[in-house]
């Protein structure tokens, strides 16, 4: 694994060390050096930071996606909950219209029933006058 974050202390230009060594060597100047206790700490403090920056970084964004997929998830169910309560109401409708004309079906028998009843009665009045 090779780490970034240190300047040539010659030349200034970025150094790439490998992890575990002491010993550098810039790639613009080709000079060597030896990483000091102090550059050494600057440079852990460096990554440690990094690391720290990137981890809450990943945090934020795994809260983000978890957020966002909570709120796709309430949005399909409030979807299927609109769909059931047009069925609902597809349903009640027709319960109500299929009432309405058997209560209507009932009135116009009713009605026509007396109708009927009633010319029958009158029809066998007069029948039973000629007959008498």
């Known amino acids: 694994m090779q780490v970034t ?19 550098g060597t810039c790639d613009y100047c080709s000079k060597e050096f ?5 550059m050494a700490q600057d440079f852990g403090e460096k990554v440690s930071n990094t690391l720290q920056e990137n981890e809450s970084k990943t ?10 997929q909570q709120m796709s998830m309430l949005q399909m169910q409030l979807s299927n909950l609109r769909t059931e309560k047009r069925h609902l109401e597809r349903y009640n409708s027709r319960q109500a219209n299929n009432q ?12 026509v029933g007396k109708s009927r009843s009633n010319a029958f009665l009158n029809l066998s ?6 007959v008498r």
């Not at 974050?5 to 010993?23: N, Q, R």
């Not at 934020?60 to 966002?68: H, K, T, V, Y």
């Open 5 to 23: 974050g240190i300047d040539c202390p010659f030349c200034g230009a970025p150094v790439t060390l490998k992890a575990g060594h002491s010993k």
């Open 59 to 68: 945090q934020l964004e795994i809260r983000r996606l978890q957020a966002s």
């Open 100 to 111: 309405r004309k058997r209560i209507y079906g009932v009135i116009e028998a009713g009605a």
């Open 34 to 38: 030896l990483i000091e206790s102090k």
């Open 125 to 130: 009045k007069q029948f039973t006058r000629r």
